[in-house]
């Protein structure tokens, strides 16, 4: 009986000394890949961090230089050509901005050159500086995917962990331009696929997104600061104000999308010869500048923005005009982003929809921002957190409550082509399409 005890009891011992081996193994593997990332994300953080950081010094010198010297509109043709013959000459007949990052980690076909970083470095700085209305986080972007799958390929990464430190790199150039490094961390695992995200990513995404913030602050690269005033109480009729904010926004998103796609369907139908676009594009930028008879809607429109929420005062069409002229200047071939305009024209949206209505221009105009933000990238989550960075959290409730309505009502139409959208926004379905697909059945929509 006594053998019996002992040897059950050896058993038991050998069986908890497999558990402890088991679970050390498991903690030392934990610790051995978060350390290795971490260490790959710091690198990243660093060197997307300070390349975004000098473009950002860059494109603040090149907007100086404009509002000194006015004339510099008038070059903005030759600008385009410019960007157009340095793009042909690295290979890049059709370049499709975002959307190659976007295929790129769905896709290992799918090549990121390394020349994308510095050759949408110099563009971006050139449409900038000649006048172009265009943002600078889609190019932030770009560069940041571009150096990020560089670093993995000299790091000789395999495929999949090569596409977390492309979107590590992302989220380093956008925290570094933009000065929101949760929302940052965040944005590149939720725009590339609706409905799932990489968690994978999650720890480098953070890291690198830090790290790079950091750096940023460190040169003096600070975030946009925005105080939002006239916050209203919690009611029933401040709740059913904003909801129809929310749906209005999610309609300027889609209305800013059509711009865009109604430009690149103009261009491409009368002038298929990039030169020539480019030049068309470019004179009507000018044509639109002296009519309107202001600087207000050239660059990225950060000024607007700040006249929406401090002094909640914008003209009644100049959310029509940011998208205008955004779309004729990017579907012509300049470059830069759409993503500072998207908060543009949502800020100025919001700031009209406000005054009409009685109820805080500015906190309309900061609501309206994230709103369609979320429309055109159908990212909630980023959006919310953009908001909470940028306006803190006394108006929290309104910030959840617009963007959730704005998601939903937006559909699936975005900025981005090669965005999937993998489950349905309106019930637990899977539905894997693109947000470009123009077949769209409508199936999705029945229960």
Known sequence: MEEKIKEKIKQIQHQIKDVEIHYLKLMGFNL????????????????????????????????????????????????????????????????????????????????????????????????????????????????????????????????????????????????????????????PMEMISVGIMQYSALLPCVFASLVASQFALNLGIYPEAYHVTGIPAVTFESFGKLVLLGILCAVVSVLFCNFLRGANYFYGKYFKNPYIRVIVGGVLVIVLTMLVGNFDYNGAGTELIERAIEHGETPAYAFLLKMLFTSLTLAAGFKGGEIVPSFCTGAAFGCLYGNLMGISPSLCAALGMTAVFCGVTNCPITSMLIGFELFGFEGAVFILLVISVSYLFSGYRGLYREQIIVYSKYHPKYINRLSGDESFDGKDYEE
Request: with cysteine; net charge positive.
């Open 32 to 187: 051995k890949t978060g350390l290795l990332w971490m260490i790959r994300a710091f690198i990243v953080g660093l060197v997307v961090g300070g390349f975004s950081s000098v473009f950002t010094l860059g494109l603040g010198w090149v907007t100086e230089v404009r509002k000194e010297y006015p004339f510099l509109l008038f070059l903005l043709p030759a600008g385009g050509l410019l960007i157009v013959w340095l793009y042909r000459l690295c290979g890049m007949k059709k370049d499709t901005g975002t959307n190659l990052l976007i295929t790129a980690v769905h896709n290992s076909q799918q090549n990121v050159p390394v020349y994308l970083a510095p050759l949408i470095f110099g563009a971006t700085l050139i449409t900038h500086l000649f006048g172009g209305s265009a943002g600078r986080e889609g190019a932030a972007l770009q560069m940041g995917g571009s150096l990020g799958n560089t670093l993995g390929r000299l790091l000789h990464l395999h495929e999949g962990d090569r596409k977390i430190l492309m979107m590590s790199g992302m989220s380093a150039a956008f925290s570094a331009v933009f000065g929101t490094p949760m929302a940052a961390a965040i944005f």
